[in-house]
């Protein structure tokens, strides 16, 4: 999504400060997965706003549909039916989607300028008209969300309704949850609310209720509320401590600036080399 | 200087096929950087935008890589390690303070050459398969996200290592007075080859005798 927006604060393969003076107040989406009953109005909700329709595709036996994320399908439930203690049979239903993370993998290993950009209320949104389709977003994102179209190579994910937010709306996901399971407003709103929940939770029996926001990411924008946060991976393969890859922050923080002046350096070498040594000549020239 | 002051030292096909591995590898320098650190950025202009730089790359890389197999076909056999060429290498501070007459006898290639054509063929064979993972759109999708990421570290690692020892041949042919015209034209001074690859000047000499 493309907005003009005076409250960036960071925007892929820049490295002089993006336009900032607006400081907006930080958000987030907060997922009740003990609230959610798995109706899908969040999907068709994404797809009305966000004017998408996907290919219809076909029933795999299962009620997640469409089966994963794609260039139009912004956001999935993904069912699990996970045995948490013996005996007790569990339907977890986990909304899937961008978190929009504090520190972004996908931002950080953008080679395009401006194809990424992190508003200061939190948001990470793309900006596809910059997109060049490289798939380096993928390579960072610890999540695994975004996806490239096949109709035109650029990279799509959840924009947490960045252009209804910026006018004082809440996402459309959240403006159509019937049971309340989603619940938008400040970030720090939201982790009162869900604290809230998980007291509620815990009285009735679920111990190890709690919230996800992971730090290893600096915390999430998208948080969830979890009957089980001490095993989070029961939950459709949700990282338990989500990170941007050392691999990643080799190439981008490490690799990225030393090889580059390691290059510049080489050539200067070779210069100075020529005006101090002087060339190889051979006796009868 | 007369014509039989010059010898022949690379044959047509050798500098075409050199000349085709150069040119790509220039277009890949200036795209992989391009796609490396945004103070490159601006080179993708030279491709046609952004867009166009990521969907060329790969496709030169495979040219080159298939220039470069030729190429290092031509060369293998004058690019095999002896105990001279270790010598050299242990000397190499008289190599750039220019004390040539204190170094082994060399053959057809310096040790700086047959390093540059080692480190060629395991960089190149890098680049090619890591490459491959991160081809978007038509490889990458085929491969995890956790390889895709050990690819783009190897990528950029072998591209480094390939173009600092590039930046160092280009160097070198100019430093050593004589060597690129061998390249362009494909002949050197009879007194060229006696100083720089005395080993090699016999070898064509008996042969011409």
């Given at each position: 999504?493309?907005?003009?927006?005076?409250?960036?604060?960071?925007?892929?393969?820049?490295?002089?400060?993006?336009?900032?003076?607006?400081?907006?107040?930080?958000?987030?989406?907060?997922?009740?997965?003990?609230?959610?009953?798995?109706?899908?109005?969040?999907?068709?909700?994404?797809?009305?706003?966000?004017?998408?329709?996907?290919?219809?595709?076909?029933?795999?036996?299962?009620?997640?549909?469409?089966?994963?994320?794609?260039?139009?399908?912004?956001?999935?439930?993904?069912?699990?039916?996970?045995?948490?203690?013996?005996?007790?049979?569990?339907?977890?239903?986990?909304?899937?989607?961008?978190?929009?993370?504090?520190?972004?993998?996908?931002?950080?290993?953008?080679p395009?300028p401006?194809?990424?950009?992190?508003?200061?209320?939190?948001?990470?949104?793309?900006?596809?008209?910059?997109?060049?389709?490289?798939?380096?977003?993928?390579?960072?994102?610890?999540?695994?969300?975004?996806?490239?179209?096949?109709?035109?190579?650029?990279?799509?994910?959840?924009?947490?309704?960045?252009?209804?937010?910026?006018?004082?709306?809440?996402?459309?996901?959240?403006?159509?949850?019937?049971?309340?399971?989603?619940?938008?407003?400040?970030?720090?709103?939201?982790?009162?609310?869900?604290?809230?929940?998980?007291?509620?939770?815990?009285?009735?029996?679920?111990?190890?209720?709690?919230?996800?926001?992971?730090?290893?990411?600096?915390?999430?924008?998208?948080?969830?509320?979890?009957?089980?946060?001490?095993?989070?991976?029961?939950?459709?393969?949700?990282?338990?401590?989500?990170?941007?890859?050392?691999?990643?922050?080799?190439?981008?923080?490490?690799?990225?600036?030393?090889?580059s002046?390691?290059?510049?350096?080489?050539?200067?070498?070779?210069?100075?080399?020529?005006?101090?040594?002087?060339?190889?000549?051979?006796?009868?020239? | 200087?007369?014509?039989?002051?010059?010898?022949?030292?690379?044959?047509?096909?050798?500098?075409?096929?050199?000349?085709?591995?150069?040119?790509?590898?220039i277009l890949l320098t200036l795209s992989g950087l391009a796609l490396f650190h945004p103070a490159f950025f601006w080179l993708t202009n030279l491709f046609g935008g952004g867009?166009w730089t990521r969907?060329l790359h790969?496709?030169?890389?495979?040219?080159?890589?298939?220039?470069?197999?030729?190429?290092?076909?031509?060369?293998?056999?004058?690019?095999?390690?002896?105990?001279?060429?270790?010598?050299?290498?242990?000397?190499?501070?008289?190599?750039?303070?220019?004390?040539?007459?204190?170094?082994?006898?060399?053959?057809?290639?310096?040790?700086?050459?047959?390093?540059?054509?080692?480190?060629?063929?395991?960089?190149?064979?890098?680049?090619?398969?890591?490459?491959?993972?991160?081809?978007?759109?038509?490889?990458?999708?085929?491969?995890?996200?956790?390889?895709?990421?050990?690819?783009?570290?190897?990528?950029?690692?072998?591209?480094?290592?390939?173009?600092?020892?590039?930046?160092?041949?280009?160097?070198?042919?100019?430093?050593?007075?004589?060597?690129?015209?061998?390249?362009?034209?494909?002949?050197?001074?009879?007194?060229?080859?006696?100083?720089?690859?005395?080993?090699?000047?016999?070898?064509?000499?008996?042969?011409?005798?």
């Amino acid at each position: 999504m493309a907005l003009q927006s005076l409250d960036i604060t960071a925007r892929s393969a820049t490295t002089t400060p993006s336009p900032g003076v607006r400081e907006t107040q930080k958000v987030a989406k907060l997922i009740d997965v003990s609230k959610c009953i798995g109706c899908k109005a969040c999907q068709v909700a994404c797809m009305e706003w966000n004017d998408l329709r996907d290919e219809i595709g076909t029933n795999h036996g299962v009620y997640d549909n469409p089966l994963d994320l794609t260039d139009k399908s912004w956001t999935v439930m993904r069912f699990s039916e996970v045995e948490v203690e013996q005996g007790k049979l569990e339907w977890l239903i986990r909304k899937d989607g961008c978190m929009h993370c504090a520190d972004p993998g996908c931002l950080k290993a953008c080679p395009a300028p401006g194809a990424i950009v992190q508003y200061s209320n939190g948001i990470v949104d793309f900006h596809e008209e910059n997109c060049i389709g490289c798939g380096y977003c993928i390579t960072g994102c610890p999540f695994n969300i975004p996806r490239i179209s096949k109709k035109d190579s650029k990279a799509y994910k959840c924009t947490l309704c960045s252009d209804r937010v910026s006018v004082g709306m809440e996402p459309a996901c959240v403006k159509t949850c019937p049971t309340g399971a989603l619940v938008f407003g400040s970030k720090e709103d939201m982790i009162q609310h869900a604290e809230e929940r998980i007291v509620d939770l815990k009285s009735r029996g679920y111990k190890n209720a709690g919230l996800y926001d992971p730090p290893g990411v600096g915390g999430t924008h998208v948080m969830y509320v979890l009957q089980h946060a001490d095993q989070p991976q029961i939950y459709n393969d949700l990282p338990k401590d989500p990170q941007i890859s050392l691999l990643v922050e080799l190439w981008k923080g490490v690799l990225k600036p030393i090889m580059s002046l390691g290059l510049g350096l080489a050539a200067l070498t070779g210069f100075l080399h020529y005006v101090t040594v002087g060339p190889k000549e051979t006796e009868d020239d | 200087m007369k014509d039989d002051d010059l010898i022949e030292r690379y044959k047509p096909a050798d500098r075409a096929n050199h000349w085709l591995t150069a040119i790509t590898m220039i277009l890949l320098t200036l795209s992989g950087l391009a796609l490396f650190h945004p103070a490159f950025f601006w080179l993708t202009n030279l491709f046609g935008g952004g867009p166009w730089t990521r969907i060329l790359h790969p496709y030169i890389g495979v040219v080159m890589a298939v220039s470069f197999w030729f190429l290092a076909h031509r060369f293998f056999a004058d690019n095999l390690m002896t105990a001279a060429d270790w010598q050299w290498m242990r000397q190499l501070r008289d190599v750039i303070t220019n004390h040539d007459e204190r170094l082994p006898e060399v053959g057809r290639f310096n040790a700086g050459q047959k390093l540059l054509f080692w480190v060629m063929i395991a960089t190149m064979l890098l680049l090619l398969l890591s490459g491959i993972v991160i081809w978007q759109p038509w490889f990458a999708p085929w491969f995890s996200i956790g390889l895709n990421r050990v690819a783009v570290v190897i990528h950029s690692v072998s591209a480094f290592a390939l173009m600092l020892g590039i930046i160092v041949h280009i160097y070198a042919a100019y430093w050593v007075r004589g060597t690129i015209r061998g390249m362009t034209r494909g002949v050197v001074p009879r007194a060229w080859a006696k100083h720089h690859h005395p080993g090699w000047y016999r070898e064509v000499s008996k042969g011409a005798k």
